[in-house]
């Protein structure tokens, strides 16, 4: 039987006891031989290698406390442990433990980032989109071992070990033989009691990620694997079961309290009302916003939902019982808070695995590749359904980049553009306005090329119109274009028909629907990432440069750089 009583959304150990004392029935009723056994879940997700305790505080924290970096994380996760009684904490994760990582992780294909995330003690942690940004096979590199394919062993003698803990991707299956890439499911005990873990990304992540390196498995719908796992559980006798899920929502506004549940929306709040009773607790991702919240399962019993913001700044903990007998959880019993990572005690193990990897880094982390006069803002970690002076910056750059392809205007995801070029952010001792190699990487981590293809007017609208599609998990994605390219948007307008009319020009010169025009980006929106499909509509595709390496060209060719002007009237 599922227990009914309302969750807890927030509190202390007091409001645990207070559960516990007012709960009812043999579940939890003491000297019936059911003895309640207390289980803390510790949980984080988007950690995305922010080794390093550079973030800026949560927009949604009243005090601006510095949190982050992953020497914290592991002191304040180790400090939490002590709550509860060994063996009784469980510490997971819901996926982009990788991927769109900091310069001391990305630059050696984030073994630096699944060290650090054994060092810390991770137990379990579902697949994320960002877990697939180098493809299948190099996700099961990061799973089970071994040296990078082209880089080798970035330590003599030391092949890189691969995950302590186990990646689970339920819904991501081969299509050589419809079975799971990794595991579905997983299951811990706890002081005798089976405690289960489903494992998955968002059935989207092909749109996230380069497709061609996901071209071998298919992505699954949510809910529908969601459940049917939280069956076969069920049939070995596990009954309390977590969904560990990369998918999630957001509160409104953006900056309500990062502890609390407001206006909560999103595909996770819509799929939490449709996932299986049998599951206990949804910890999420993907949206990097906090909150911790009760929506109604099916059968209308109130269940946790949670997320930790990102990069390691928050940890979501997580206390409830179960029955030592009957084994099931006690969703009466449920505690649950965001604690936030302050930067208060460093844990030294993890200082040393940092230290390593900067041993490997210095050199090549403080090259100056450019300057800046005036800080440019607006990277993903902002609003990315507009345009923004950054992602117009990166369009810019893959302009100057692809002139061998001869192409006279080119777009950027602003989704892809990770970080700002700031004057007085200082990352390795430099002069302020400069650029260095560690801040260049941060804005382009991925490793894309720059591709040219031809469009027609026509295409390249209908390209456009895809910075909103209502079904997509962020409807409005903006794209940054180059100089000498505008249009005007108009958001009143229904969807396929937000660009104006013969708003469209070039250099000045109303732009032909009929006309072909030479279109430079990278390979991930020409591949269709974000769900920008138009790009795949263009034809004579010609490669180019590393995004990296152009952008540090580019920028080392454009001392000074300022924020360009808009180009979009109207977005």
Known sequence: MRHTRTLLATGAVAALAAALATSSGAASAPGNGNRPITVQLLSFNDYHGHLEATDAPLASDATKTPV????????????????????????????????????????????????????????????????????????????YGGCHPVDGCYFPG???????????????????????????????????????????????????????????????????????????????????????????????????????????????????????????????????????????????????????????????????????????????????????????????????????????AGPMAARVVGTVAQDVTGDSSGNRGIETPMGDLIADAILWGTQSGNTQLAFMNIGGVRASFRVNQISNGEQPGEITYTEAYNVAPFGNLLVSLDMTGQQIKDTLEQQYIPTRGRPNLGLGVSAGFAYTWDATQPQGSRVVPGSMTLNGVPMSMTATYRVGTINFLANGGDSFTGFQAGTNLVGGKEDLANLADYLGAHPGITPPADRVAGL
């Open 158 to 360: 030391q092949p890189y070990a691969g995950a302590s803990f186990p990646y689970l991707a339920a819904n991501v299956l081969k299509k050589s033989d419809n079975k799971p890439l990794l595991p579905a499911t997983t299951v811990k005990t706890v002081d005798g009691v089976a405690i289960g873990f489903i494992g998955m990304t968002l059935r989207e992540t092909p749109t996230l990620v380069d497709p061609a390196g996901v071209s071998s498995v298919t992505f699954k719908d949510e809910v529908t694997t969601a459940n049917a796992a939280a069956k076969a559980l069920m049939k070995q006798g596990v009954k309390a079961i977590v969904l560990l899920i990369h998918e999630g929502g957001y509160q409104t506004p953006d900056t309500a309290p990062y502890n609390g549940c407001t206006g909560f929306y999103g595909p996770i709040a819509d799929m939490a009302t449709r996932f299986s009773p049998l599951i206990d607790v949804i910890v999420s991702g993907h949206t990097h916003q906090p909150y911790v919240c009760t929506v109604p399962d099916p059968d209308g019993n109130p269940r946790l939902v949670t997320s930790a913001a990102s990069y390691g700044q928050i940890v979501t903990e997580t206390t409830f019982t179960v029955g030592s007998r009957n084994r099931e959880v006690d969703r009466g019993s449920f505690v649950s808070a965001n604690v936030l990572v302050d930067r208060g005690t460093k844990d030294p193990a993890e200082t040393a695995v940092l230290d390593k990897w900067r041993s490997l």
């Open 68 to 143: 982050g970096g992953v020497e914290y994380l592991s002191a304040k996760l180790a400090q939490l442990r002590t709550k509860v009684a060994p063996g009784h904490s469980l510490t997971v994760a819901a996926g982009d433990l990788i991927g769109g990582s900091t310069f001391l992780s990305g630059m050696f294909h984030d073994e630096p980032s699944i060290e650090s995330i054994n060092t810390l003690g991770l137990s379990v942690s579902s697949v994320g989109n960002h877990e697939f940004d180098e493809g299948t096979d190099e996700l099961l590199r990061m799973q």
